[in-house]
């Protein structure tokens, strides 16, 4: 009896470490939207400058990665895999089988012809901090400035990140967060009280040169309407949110809205996808009222801290000698 030939199993690319896993076990195939069960995000907290999508190196760092033949491989892997997607698929994705419901774990419990293009349902309650990961860096053009990153404005506050591309998506945002002139019953008067703690920030996704030209054309409209206080939390982002990006994020499908609640140290707690569901408004409401109150906590730990130190440093001073006390006067 001969042995039977044992065939070689091709061994599968690493894969990013710094890039969530949510989505990953989801097939390509199954559009079936789930309860979000694993925290999205990057693994590594974000550094204002990272995802630009502008090329620095030099020309001989560029030389040598041309004549790297594992870096061939890579680039190979990755076009392979924009080539092997469909075009048409994020489209077809959008219509789900009627008489389907979402899993019963879920908080939302109509129809999924109710939701269109849902990637995944919301979770009911905040992700951990110490679960949760961190919002990538994106770099764009501002109502204020023609460049600008999205961690320095993140960082400190509790944001509500709005991030879209084209108008049917900006209307499913609006089931969440309502537009910036007429915000959300139940998230408006959330935004008057914590102006220093709570805010909003869009962020408007197009890679079509044409269509970004477009948008472009009807900043200085948008200029005028919108509060001043907004100019700087507009983003137009035409670069740098590669597939790896939004495989973090959890973005299945790019032909949808998504709203992400963000802590001041840039980790996402909480997440939105498509139009809002039953439940998910309300979970999102409890989590913006939870993590302002986090930040209001925090902050007078801080500074409780800061008042002992300044106390301590004094006690320190009354206790020296007269000496040693004029000493360090004339050395101050």
């Not at 392979?80 to 997607?85: G, H, I, L, N, P």
């Not at 408006?188 to 054309?217: G, T």
Request: net charge positive.
């Amino acid at each position: 009896m001969t042995p039977k030939a044992i065939a070689a199993t091709p061994t599968k690319p690493k894969s990013n470490k710094d890039i969530s896993s949510n989505s990953k076990n989801i097939p390509d195939d199954d559009h079936t939207p789930r309860p979000l069960s694993a925290p999205l995000g990057l693994h590594r907290p974000p550094q204002a400058g990272q995802n630009t999508g502008i090329d620095s190196r030099t020309w001989r760092q560029r030389r040598d990665d041309f004549l790297n033949y594992d870096k061939h491989l890579e680039r190979r892997a990755l076009l392979t895999k924009q080539v092997a997607k469909p075009y048409f698929r994020e489209w077809n994705n959008l219509q789900y089988s009627k008489g389907t419901s979402p899993p019963s774990s879920s908080i939302a419990t109509t129809k999924l012809t109710r939701f269109p293009g849902k990637s995944f349902f919301s979770p009911p309650t905040l992700i951990r901090a110490h679960k949760a990961l961190y919002f990538p860096n994106l770099h764009g053009r501002t109502l204020l400035a023609p460049a600008s990153d999205t961690t320095p404005l993140l960082r400190g506050k509790t944001s509500l990140v709005a991030l879209f591309s084209g108008t049917w998506a900006e209307q499913q945002i609006q089931t969440f967060c309502g537009s910036v002139l007429a915000p959300h019953p139940a998230l408006a008067p959330l935004l008057a009280q914590h102006p220093d703690i709570l805010q909003r920030v869009d962020i408007n996704m197009e890679d079509n040169s044409l269509k970004a030209s477009l948008i472009r054309l009807f900043m200085p409209s948008l200029r005028r309407k919108l509060p001043l206080a907004q100019h700087e939390r507009y983003f137009l982002v035409r670069r740098g949110m590669t597939d790896e990006l939004r495989e973090g994020l959890g973005m299945r499908n790019s032909k949808v809205g998504y709203v992400y609640l963000v802590d001041s140290e840039c980790r996402i707690r909480w997440a939105g996808s498509g139009p809002a569901g039953e439940g998910e408004m309300e979970s999102l409401v409890k989590g913006v009222i939870r993590l302002v109150g986090e930040w209001q906590q925090d902050s007078l730990r801080r500074e409780t801290r800061v008042a002992k130190e300044k106390g301590a440093g004094n006690r320190r001073g009354e206790l020296l000698p007269p000496e040693d006390s004029s000493r360090q006067a004339a050395a101050g």
